[in-house]
Every structure is written in C-alpha cells, then in structure tokens.
C-alpha cells in the first residue's frame, strides 16, 4: 500500500513538473513590454474653493486604478470641502476616460504633516478601482 501513495505521489509531482515547464515557455518576452507606469494628471478644474488647495490624481492605466490627493493648508482643511472635490473630480475624470462606474478600494485617509518649513497640512487621500 506504501508502495502505492509513492509511486501516485512522484507521478503526480513529475506531471506538476512538467506543466510547470511549459508554462514558463508560455510567459512573454522581454520584447513584449507593457506599460505599468503610473500618469500624474493634475485637474484643470479641481473643483475647490481654498486657495490653497491642490487636486492631483495618480493613475494606472493597466489595472484601472486611481488615488487622488486633495491637499491644502491644516488652518483652511474642511472635510467636507475635500470630499466633494474630489467625488467631482472622479465625476469629470470618469467621463473623460470614458467609465462608467467605479468603486472605493480601501477607505478615505486623511493625513496631516508639515512640510520643510513648518507649514502644517492637511492631504485627503481617496483610492478608487474603475470598470468600464
């Protein structure tokens, strides 16, 4: 009976072994490049009203992923103005790139941090997944 686990488990691992092999034959080229770099796009109309605040959004085009940043100054933050910034310019970035839905991939963050200055700010961070 020992016998016959051993002699089914080494024909199984050699044919595991095998696929294995010809799988990796399957895998593409250094020739075949894909594009997994990551576009900063900065919004023409970032939607705020703060003075001081930035919309800018990073996107990876290969899996349809996008985090966007709405940062200004700690004294001006509302979260309430950031928010709405940033759904507006999800609004304009769906229809320019052509999606028609897209889903929150982790919660919103907010982080605070001051620059080499001093300066204290306020960065909402949002991470959103695209389907077409």
């Known amino acids: 009976m020992k016998k016959a686990v051993l002699v089914f488990l080494s024909v199984f691992f050699t044919a595991g072994i095998l696929f294995a092999q010809s799988e990796v034959s399957a895998l593409p080229d250094e020739s075949d490049t894909v594009d997994l770099s990551t576009k900063i796009i900065v919004p023409e109309n970032q ?3 703060d003075k001081t605040a930035k919309v800018k959004i ?8 996008v985090r ?7 004294v001006t933050y509302d979260a309430g103005e950031a928010m709405n910034s940033v759904l ?6 769906t229809k320019e790139n052509r999606y ?5 991939m982790e919660r919103d963050k907010v982080r605070y941090y ?7 700010w306020a960065q909402y961070i949002s991470h959103v997944k695209f389907s077409r």
């Open 47 to 49: 939607h705020t009203t």
């Open 58 to 65: 990073e996107y990876i085009p290969m899996f349809d992923e």
């Open 68 to 74: 966007i940043y709405y940062t200004c100054m700690y």
């Open 88 to 93: 507006a310019c999800l609004e304009d970035f």
């Open 100 to 104: 028609y839905h897209y889903k929150y």
């Open 114 to 120: 001051k620059d080499d200055r001093g300066v204290s």
